[in-house]
């Protein structure tokens, strides 16, 4: 019996870790009615040694951005930005309100149940790419708890 | 209540329609008093058909109202809403103000939330305010 709890601890961190050294956990996309061609994938990294998320993408989308939000002075502003840096050892939060991957000309509406593969570039400090593949759950498109959800 | 925003957003937006679904629901019965509107600062991509599929995700009473850019500009300053379009990436993203404006049924101006304030305090504002527009002879029953 605890052998088998073992393997299954193996295979759940298997699916988000790259060279051991980044985690992905809590990914989830945000479903979308179906005239939507934009969604947006949430998610924390963590790089145990440092590195950069430098590009995203799914089949699901036509285009994939890495985007940066920000609250100044009661005006909310949404950018692409070319890599996002993940200090060492840091949990690196991208929720409402802060980070996420945007996913632009969506083939197909985006259903709560789904699961929709990503694959995400990250760069090592000495300049090594690894490509991590994971699948986000949808969340319904009203779900209002990302960004207060504690990591 | 009245607000303004995009379909694309994927983060305020949904967040401030969410709370208003959610504020309705908490009101009970006084939820029907309530009439959300959502206007689009994105009549280019925003389509009626997306408005309509949109607003009433979050709930099928919610009004999505979209203009022609002349109409949206126009509204946006008479309500003193700021939103500028910004080249980002492939596209373009907007830049926008985030206030939640709340109407009495005259017309006036009664609150402004903002995107912090929770589904619970936007409810005990609405109950006060509700409280205090009840007509006289039935302020004690």
């Given at each position: 019996m605890k052998s088998k709890i073992l393997v299954s601890a193996f295979l759940l961190v298997a699916a988000g870790v790259v060279d051991a050294q980044v985690t992905v956990s809590d990914a989830w996309v945000r479903a979308t009615v179906p005239a939507q061609r934009a969604t947006a994938a949430f998610m924390q990294i963590v790089a145990t040694d440092g590195a950069r998320l430098i590009s995203a993408s799914s089949p699901v989308a036509g285009t994939t951005e890495i985007h940066e939000m920000a609250m100044v002075d009661g005006v909310m502003k949404m950018r692409a930005i070319p890599g996002l840096d993940l200090p060492a050892g840091k949990t690196v939060v991208l929720s409402p309100g802060s980070y996420h991957v945007m996913l632009l000309d969506l083939k197909a509406p985006i259903r709560v149940g789904d699961a929709v593969p990503l694959s995400l570039v990250f760069e090592s400090p000495d300049k090594r790419r690894t490509t991590m593949e994971l699948k986000a759950p949808v969340r319904a498109?009203?779900?209002?708890?990302g960004g207060h959800r504690q990591p | 209540m009245l607000f303004f925003g995009y379909t694309?957003?994927?983060?305020?937006c949904p967040t401030a329609l969410a709370r208003a679904a959610e504020v309705r629901k908490q009101l009970?019965?006084?939820?029907?008093?309530v009439q959300v509107v959502f206007v689009t600062l994105d009549p280019e991509r925003d389509t009626d058909v997306l408005m309509r599929e949109y607003t009433s995700a979050f709930d099928p009473s919610f009004l999505g109202l979209r203009g022609d850019q002349a109409a949206t500009r126009k509204v946006a300053e008479e309500f003193r809403v700021f939103y500028q379009r910004v080249p980002s990436g492939s596209s373009y993203t907007l830049d926008h103000s985030v206030l939640n404006y709340v109407f009495d049924p005259k017309g006036r101006l009664r609150l402004l939330w903002r995107p912090d304030e929770t589904a619970v305090q936007c409810v005990s504002d609405l109950r006060i305010l509700m409280k205090s527009e009840r007509p006289f002879w039935r302020f004690f029953s």
């Open positions: 498109l009203t779900d209002a708890s | 694309q957003c994927p983060d305020a009970g019965s006084d939820g029907d008093k």
